[in-house]
């Protein structure tokens, strides 16, 4: 760090420090495990205290070994971004990777895409505030209170902390429009936070943190400025000290505070939504994306079609012709009985957890609807039905309401509808391979 001042480089080895040990750890508990995995595991805090502990050391191979279990646990943040709810959730998993690939590189003494020394080493505490800890911010402000304000910020602060990140690479004018852009989006997450309900020992943490941010942020765009136009602006050392520790202690700890100690409902466990059985009483609620769809299985069926068909689709053998990994807590569907669908394949694979809700057997009409539950990518229900209808036609009969809920899902848009069908053939095909080897073992025997 030998353009950072003694007392600089100080201040931001501390500042890491308080990242990986305090903010990270903190950020990842108020996230919870239906984004992150394990969240209160002591895995976090013990890698991020390696961490802390290797920016003392000299550079060289042993302060680049402590610090590779915090890479390590940044990948793992990073593969949870897609579980996130949020595009600034999103942004905030997967910015530690930058900083723990700068550090490992920092502390072994390397460069990395044109840069090293003082530019690596702030890297690391950039990534982990502005980016980890203020895109979480964002989040979290926007999950809590769903107005313009947290809609502006929740698209603006992690649109500005990636055109910062690309500015490093393009111009520092391009790092300008970042800080405008990001700035932007911190000042209408700190307005909002001062509109949040809570006791007087949250709402004095999320106040300084509004406040600070918007000094902090005067500061960051002075800088930005002067680097883009040559006017004078602070040094490398003095924005260490006071923009750097102002946005770590005053805005993104303090706020993580103040949202910990807001009232907040407990870790959902049950099903995601509140319309449970909508699928079998019908009508389906408004809000949600409707899907109906009916495939023909067999004209001119019987209702031993029915029969036999139906109990295959409650034993779950539709899916398993239908190729679809399925685990599941019950040999047959009945209410309660959980199910985890596995589409994909590796590294692309959805685990879709549901609850099934109700079942159904009538002479004509046999099926069940199950519920989604916490780290379902969607939030409803689906209906599978085998109908005979009065030409004595059979069909496959899937109903759906549902709304995206990861942030990854929204950004598809109609590109959903088209896998949720191309799923939904998948398992009118199996339910036709079924039926075939029904008739075949019926049509042996006879």
Not at 169 to 175: G, K
């Amino acid at each position: 760090m030998s353009e950072l001042s003694p007392v600089a480089a100080d201040l931001v080895r501390g500042v890491v420090g308080l990242g990986t040990v305090v903010v990270l750890p903190l950020g990842l508990r108020l996230l919870g495990d239906r984004v992150v995995p394990g969240s209160r595991s002591v895995w976090w805090p013990l890698a991020g205290l390696l961490a802390a502990v290797s920016v003392w050391l000299p550079v060289g191979l042993p302060a680049a070994l402590l610090a590779l279990p915090f890479a390590a646990a940044a990948v793992e943040l990073a593969l949870c971004a897609a579980r996130a709810r949020s595009f600034a959730t999103a942004v905030a998993l997967a910015t530690p990777l930058v900083g723990a690939v700068a550090l490992v590189a920092e502390r072994a003494g390397r460069g990395l895409v044109g840069f090293s020394g003082d530019y690596l080493a702030l890297t690391v505490p950039h990534m982990l505030f502005a980016g980890f800890g203020a895109c979480l911010v964002v989040g979290l402000v926007a999950h809590a209170s769903d107005t313009r304000l947290t809609r502006t910020a929740a698209v603006a602060a992690p649109a500005g902390v990636l055109l910062v990140l690309l500015g490093y690479f393009v111009s520092d004018a391009a790092e300008l429009v970042g800080a405008v852009v990001l700035t932007v989006g911190l000042w209408c997450a700190a307005a909002a936070t001062v509109g949040l309900v809570g006791s007087v020992a949250a709402r004095v943490p999320l106040r300084v943190g509004a406040v600070t941010i918007v000094v902090s942020m005067v500061l960051a765009l002075w800088w930005a400025v002067g680097e883009a136009t040559g006017l004078a602006h602070p040094s490398l050392s003095w924005m260490a000290t006071t923009h750097g520790v102002a946005n770590a202690l005053g805005f993104v700890l303090c706020t993580l505070l103040g949202l910990r100690l807001l009232p907040g409902s407990p870790e959902p466990t049950g099903l995601t939504y509140p319309e449970i059985g909508a699928t079998q009483a019908g009508p389906l609620p408004t809000g949600y994306r409707h899907l109906h769809v009916r495939h023909l299985l067999a004209p001119g069926s019987t209702p031993r079609d029915v029969s036999v068909l139906g109990d295959a689709l409650l034993r779950w053998h539709v899916h398993e012709a239908a190729r679809i990994e399925l685990l599941r807590d019950g040999p047959q569907a009945v209410p309660g009985v959980r199910v985890v669908s596995r589409i994909g394949v590796w590294p692309v694979r959805l685990s879709e957890p549901c609850e099934v809700v109700w079942v159904e057997r009538v002479t004509d009409r046999v099926g069940f609807g199950y519920g989604t539950l916490p780290g379902h990518v969607f939030r409803g229900e689906e209906a599978f039905t085998v109908e005979r209808d009065d030409a004595g036609d059979l069909w496959f009969v899937v109903t759906a309401f549902s709304v995206p809920d990861r942030w990854w899902v929204r950004l598809a848009g109609p590109l959903t509808v088209v896998g949720q069908r191309a799923y939904l053939r998948l398992l009118a095909r199996g339910a036709r391979r079924v039926l075939a080897a029904d008739r075949h073992s019926v049509g042996t025997m006879a």
